[in-house]
């Protein structure tokens, strides 16, 4: 039975880029369609499906980093890779905070950039046929659920990206035990190393901005000093 290439849409509004790297995920097998910006883009999704998104974020009308923050809060979760210009440490940080997936600095390989989708998809591609047995786990005033995905407090749903949502289940899987950074990138299952690995303290502060109603003072997700950190349901001090 034939396997459906994955469907990439490319949000750029450089034509040169868009025509040179479509036709390279092309001649590789992929699914690949094009738009030159979040009009183009809000279109196309309304309508069909797609697999990965790759933005840009420096383009006139809408920046990506808009886009990106408007689709995650929107409750579209499809897996983003931002296209950033080279040496832009902040955008690419933002662009992470606000949801991105990975990132790949202009100009690129497109070979890194094929190896980076790829990755990405195998990610999101576990994470949704991965048989989770544990049970929803109540927590202060949230209800986090591994069948669902979801995260809520008091009642309502929280918005939350697909890497704070693996970090956090590394936390509600260990409770009450400390975690080194090793450990935490050895547990995020399904995940690049070298990924998680640059975003894991940006996942940190961004999900204790979502848990503590003091995010510089934490309850639920401590640190522990010269080792790592600790996830404390009841929010008691770790010992």
């Not at 469907?7 to 479509?22: A, C, N």
């Not at 929280?158 to 590394?170: D, R």
Request: aromatic letters at 6%; glycine letters at 6%.
């Amino acid at each position: 039975m034939a396997i459906n290439p994955a469907s990439i849409l490319i949000v750029d509004d450089d034509p040169k880029i868009r025509d040179l790297t479509s036709q390279y995920l092309i001649d590789q097998g992929l699914n690949v369609h094009t738009a030159n910006g979040g009009k183009e883009m809000d279109l196309f999704i309304a309508n069909h499906q797609v697999s990965l998104i790759i933005l840009d974020l420096m383009m006139p009308e809408e920046s990506g980093l808009a886009i990106c923050q408007r689709l995650r809060g929107s409750g579209n979760f499809t897996p983003i890779i931002i296209l950033t210009a080279k040496g832009d440490e902040i955008d690419r940080i933002v662009g992470l905070e606000m949801g991105a997936d990975d990132y790949v600095s202009k100009p690129f390989n497109p070979r890194e950039l094929l190896a980076r989708i790829n990755a990405v998809l195998r990610r999101n591609e576990l994470k949704q046929t991965q048989n989770s047995s544990s049970e929803n786990l109540a927590f202060g005033p949230f209800i986090f659920s591994s069948d669902t995905r979801s995260l809520t407090k008091n009642g309502a749903p929280i918005s939350i990206t697909s890497g704070e949502f693996e970090l956090l289940k590394v936390f509600i899987d260990h409770p009450r035990q400390p975690l080194s950074r090793d450990q935490i990138m050895q547990l995020a299952k399904g995940r690049e190393l070298d990924v998680f690995d640059r975003s894991i303290d940006v996942q940190i502060s961004r999900l204790r901005k979502i848990l503590e109603e003091d995010h510089t003072s934490p309850k639920f997700l401590q640190t522990m000093w010269g080792f790592g950190y600790i996830f404390v349901p009841d929010g008691d001090t770790a010992h």
